[in-house]
């Protein structure tokens, strides 16, 4: 795996690096957060899941056709090649993350990767038959340059979620996301006798910040739609 230089930092953005690298003659690209110690993350990811301290956050490429069936040890694999050490978040897209979007609102950082090779809403009739998604994922990495509790962690979860799904609607998009989506919330860790923040709703301070760097990202990331609304398989209730 090839490792591009550093970026020059940037105040308010995330010092993402941009690694590549090449599988089944197919060359593929992943993101890279470095963000070292003192971070608490919550996380849907495969990799790195759950609440924890976490020092890194990856979100590799993967193709349109994968079918590997160990997913975290590729992840950790590909961290591993990267120089990333101890615990971290591993999320992975067929999407090109080359082309992700930023958002920033008064110290909390988004990024974001979008694929809306399948979209829909998550309250959608059950299928006859089930079958592997199609490609497409949308990944959420934010980071909070404060302390919060447990609860406020899941708050912001839900928080980036309601954010994401405003940012699809504002850019034409008729559906709450895909099917394989997943969002990182990474939150300092409190310093000696700080207390940390309770809550991360969107009209909390920094559940505010959040949903509106969310927004920013998922909308940069985003194809708009152009002359219309893109509709998606949508039953009303009861029907």
């Known amino acids: 795996m090839t490792?591009?230089?550093?970026?020059?930092?940037v105040a308010g953005v995330l010092p993402i690096r941009t690694l590549t690298r090449v599988e089944d003659d197919e060359q593929l690209s992943?993101?890279?957060?470095?963000?070292g110690s003192g971070w608490r993350m919550i996380s849907s990811a495969v990799l790195g899941g759950g609440i924890g301290e976490r020092s890194w956050v990856l979100n590799a490429q993967v193709s349109h056709g994968y079918s590997r069936t160990d997913p975290d040890s590729h992840l950790a694999s590909l961290a591993q090649d990267a120089g990333a050490r101890g615990p971290g978040v591993g999320l992975m897209t067929a999407a090109d993350v080359l082309r992700y979007g930023r958002g920033y609102d008064d110290g909390v950082e988004a990024v974001v990767t979008a694929g809306l090779g399948v979209h829909g809403w998550a309250a959608a009739p059950a299928p006859g038959t089930l079958s592997p998604p199609a490609p497409g994922t949308i990944n959420i990495v934010v980071a909070v340059p404060t302390a919060l509790t447990d609860a406020a962690l899941v708050n912001a979860v839900t928080t980036a979620t309601e954010a994401k799904v405003q940012a699809?609607?504002?850019?034409?998009?008729?559906?709450?996301?895909t099917p394989t989506d997943a969002v990182c919330v990474a939150a300092r860790i409190p310093r000696p006798g700080e207390e940390p923040q309770s809550f991360a709703g969107p009209r909390s301070l920094w559940g505010a910040r959040l949903a509106r760097a969310v927004h920013?990202?998922?909308?940069?990331?985003?194809?708009?739609v152009r002359g219309g609304t893109l509709t998606s398989a949508r039953t009303p209730a009861g029907s």
Not at 216 to 224: H, M, Q
Request: hydrophobic fraction near 45%; charge should be negative; glycine fraction near 6%.
């Open 3 to 9: 490792v591009a230089p550093p970026p020059r930092a």
């Open 30 to 35: 992943a993101l890279l957060w470095r963000a």
């Open 168 to 177: 699809l609607l504002d850019s034409g998009y008729d559906c709450s996301g």
């Open 216 to 224: 920013s990202a998922v909308c940069a990331a985003v194809e708009p």
